[in-house]
T-cell receptor, first 113, second 114 residues
Framework: GENVEQHPSTLSVQEGDSAVIKCTYS??????FPWYKQELGKRPQLIID?????GEKKDQRIAVTLNKTAKHFSLHITETQPEDSAVYFC????????????FGTGTRLTVIP | KAGVTQTPRYLIKTRGQQVTLSCSPI?????VSWYQQTPGQGLQFLFE???????NKGNFPGRFSGRQFSNSRSEMNVSTLELGDSALYLC?????????????FGQGTRLTVV
């Protein structure tokens, strides 16, 4: 089955700096890559996703890049704010809008005011 | 529109017992999946049900089972509970296969096995 690795496991940045989280996947057939944000005690929520026919997608301060040849994708958060502090999970699946997601182990991001 | 609802929110069970968790998806969503979240292993996919049929399955032992009803509500059952089954169990529903669709998660059921 699919195996997703995520780095780093923890990340601390100063407010206003950028944060980058990287993931690799093993199954070359995967074509849907969502990112979820989970605040303490809350449910995971989708923040951005990308499909295999797109190399990059941006939504305000958040961007995701995908390199299918190397089988890795990254989340970029610019101008970080304290409310960005949370655990971020990358995931991979064979199907767009999929509900059988294989997750990375998560990155705890702390934005220091 | 109501979100994904899971009941109960908290459960304490004894080793060897069995437990049933319930998930009501967003109206119109026919896909319901279950995930186990633990501090050490992160979010792990258990199984997915679509139109009352198990469509995909993760790498969990047969003690973990589920089912889906005609109204898309789903239940997950864990038999012969072990201490290591203590976790947050999340379900997610989706309009799978629809461009732009996403998986929406419930608040989870926190299971503690003592």
């Amino acid at each position: 089955g699919e195996n997703v690795e995520q780095h780093p496991s923890t990340l601390s940045v100063q407010e206003g700096d950028s944060a980058v989280i990287k993931c690799t996947y093993s199954d070359s057939a995967s074509n849907y890559f969502p990112w979820y944000k989970q605040e303490l005690g809350k449910r995971p929520q989708l923040i951005i996703d990308i499909r295999s026919n797109v190399g990059e997608k941006k939504d305000q301060r958040i961007a995701v890049t995908l390199n299918k040849t190397a089988k890795h994708f990254s989340l970029h958060i610019t101008e970080t704010q304290p409310e960005d502090s949370a655990v971020y999970f990358c995931a991979a699946s064979l199907e767009t809008g999929a509900n059988n997601l294989f997750f990375g182990t998560g990155t705890r991001l702390t934005v220091i005011p | 529109k109501a979100g994904v609802t899971q009941t109960p929110r908290y459960l304490i069970k004894t080793r060897g017992q069995q437990v049933t968790l319930s998930c009501s998806p967003i109206s119109g969503h026919r896909s319901v999946s279950w995930y186990q979240q633990t501090p050490g292993q992160g979010l792990q996919f258990l199984f997915e049900y679509f139109s009352e049929t198990q469509r995909n399955k993760g790498n969990f032992p047969g003690r973990f089972s589920g089912r889906q009803f005609s109204n898309s509500r789903s239940e997950m059952n864990v038999s012969t509970l072990e201490l290591g089954d203590s976790a947050l169990y999340l379900c997610a529903s989706s309009l799978v296969g629809v461009t732009g669709a996403e998986a929406f998660f419930g608040q989870g059921t926190r299971l503690t096995v003592v």
